[in-house]
């Protein structure tokens, strides 16, 4: 036991909540095995492996002797290049690899910009239901993660009138995160300008986590036009991840886009949290960029597919309502209205092997929902859904 002399740990970790994946993984395992095998539908992982061809990039790019030294503190200038001429292609615009630094995923590189924006007693806008490492983070800072709650009847896109009234004197940003988990919702280019034009008039950040940008349905290839505009750098921070689209979440890389100015403050945070984003994923990605384009788009189109497939798998059943289901994840009510959705999830685990992660890890008012990662499995099993949910009951 802890003598009253031990030292403190800081309080707003200590107010911080456990990551909650583990949890959930802890339910499935006391699934028998009954109903069939295990459908995980917890954590947002790619279903399937990248091509071979990035992983023989990598084992080669590992072996080189030149790989196991320091790089510049914003990453390898050929993954900045090609990263840039991406984004260009995507948004328009140009962008020099001055304004874009590589991280260790997508999460380092939303607290390496939180760190930047915002300090103790300051609030940050995150619509809700939000993604549970950005409220973590915030109130590991001491920053008050200040919930714009969504509403479902609006497909979850926030409101813009709604967001203003939120902020005071202390916000610093409000984040947006589109396609967006956990509700597979993918915001409106006119929503997100008119986020961009309330965030520069209020002199807030606005800053997109746009990890699920490549899964946008067919036929939208540009998700908005915010950074075509002149004066982006002033008001707005891109961030990014190669996890899903590359299928290489072990390898940790993510992005930062912001105007240099912002990205040389950004890099005292690197230089202190990593000194240099890991070297080998960053040249198997820099070349994969333009080399597995085709892959991305077939990736794109079986993960767009699956959510047609869930609708279908669910329209069956009765109690259940899909409230929203596009890129990558689908958000659903589940039929039982006075259990708390942990049980509910533990229940459909522990009876049916079918792990989906409940609403309240994902913020305040959740207690209805189930989230759903579709993109984990093959359309086979989002097939069996139907079947495994029909009948069940606590
Ligand atoms: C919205 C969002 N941002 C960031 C991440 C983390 O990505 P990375 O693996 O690049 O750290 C995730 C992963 O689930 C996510 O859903």
Not at 377 to 389: F, M, P, Y
């Amino acid at each position: 036991m802890a003598s009253d002399h031990s030292p403190a740990l800081n309080p707003d970790l200590i107010d911080t909540g456990t990551p909650p994946i583990p949890e959930a993984q802890g339910w499935a395992r006391a699934y028998d095995g009954a109903a069939g095998p295990l459908i995980d539908l917890s954590q947002a992982v790619p279903g399937s492996p990248p091509p071979d061809a990035l992983l023989e990039k990598l084992a080669a790019a590992a072996a080189d002797p030149a790989a196991t030294r320091y790089g510049p503190i914003t990453g390898d200038q050929a993954l900045r290049e090609a990263y840039a001429a991406e984004i260009g292609r995507i948004y328009g615009g140009s962008f020099g690899p001055g304004e874009v630094a590589i991280t260790s995923g997508c999460n380092q590189a939303y607290v390496m910009t939180m760190m930047a924006l915002a300090r103790a007693g300051d609030n940050v806008l995150l619509p809700t239901p939000w993604y549970f490492n950005h409220e973590m983070t915030l109130t590991m800072l001491g920053v008050e993660a200040r919930p714009l709650p969504c509403d479902p009847a609006a497909g979850f896109v926030p409101d813009v009138a709604t967001a203003e009234a939120l902020i005071d004197a202390r916000t610093r940003a409000i984040v947006l995160v589109t396609p967006n988990n956990p509700t597979g919702a993918v915001y409106p280019p006119e929503t997100i300008a008119a986020f961009a034009a309330l965030c520069a008039r209020r002199g807030i950040w606005l800053v997109l986590d746009e990890t699920y940008r490549d899964f946008l349905p067919a036929g939208i290839d540009s998700p908005h036009e915010v950074f075509a505009a002149k004066d982006w750098r002033d008001s707005v921070i891109g961030l990014y991840s190669f996890s899903k689209a590359y299928a290489v979440p072990g390898w940790r890389l993510g992005a930062i886009t912001a105007g240099e100015p912002v990205l040389a403050q950004i890099g005292k945070v690197i230089d202190c949290v990593q000194i240099s984003p890991v070297r080998a994923g960053q040249a198997a990605v820099a070349w994969a960029i333009d080399a597995i384009r085709p892959w991305r788009e077939e990736n794109r189109a079986a993960i767009n597919q699956r959510a047609e497939l869930f609708r279908q798998a669910m329209t069956p059943l009765s109690g259940w309502r899909v409230l929203s289901a596009g890129a990558y994840f689908a958000y659903v009510a589940h039929p039982f209205a006075d259990v708390p959705a942990a049980e509910v999830a533990q229940a459909l685990a522990r009876q049916r092997g079918v792990l989906a992660l409940p609403g309240p890890y994902f913020g305040p008012g959740q207690e209805n929902h189930l989230r759903i990662a579709i993109a984990n499995v093959g359309a086979d099993r989002i097939g069996l859904l139907g079947e495994r949910l029909s009948g069940f009951a606590i």
